[in-house]
Each structure stands twice: as structure tokens, then as C-alpha cells.
């Protein structure tokens, strides 16, 4: 998901994601100069944060 997108859809402010993914809080590609959210690897960590 485009990380602009994710920012919307979580009701977020663009440069609080923008921080994050540049901090490493959130897993991200990179196509081309685009860089997207992973959001199957976000839920995947989620997840084992639960144990």
C-alpha cells in the first residue's frame, strides 16, 4: 500500500508514517521512487508481538 495511503487509512498524519518508515518502524518496498507499505509484514509482526 503506497505509504500515503497508509497514513489515510490508519488516520494518521503523513509525516508521523513518514517518521516511521524512515525509523524503521514499518516494513516498506521500494518500486522505482515509489515506496510502499508492507502490510502483510506489518500483520505478521503484529502477531508475534501477541506471545
Not at 31 to 37: I, N, T
Amino acid at each position: 500500500m503506497p505509504w500515503r495511503e497508509f497514513a489515510d487509512w490508519c488516520r494518521a498524519e503523513q509525516g508521523v508514517v513518514q517518521g516511521w518508515i524512515e525509523r524503521g518502524y514499518l516494513p516498506t518496498i521500494k518500486f522505482g521512487k515509489h515506496r510502499m507499505v508492507n502490510v502483510a509484514a506489518l500483520i505478521d509482526q503484529l502477531k508475534e508481538d501477541e506471545v
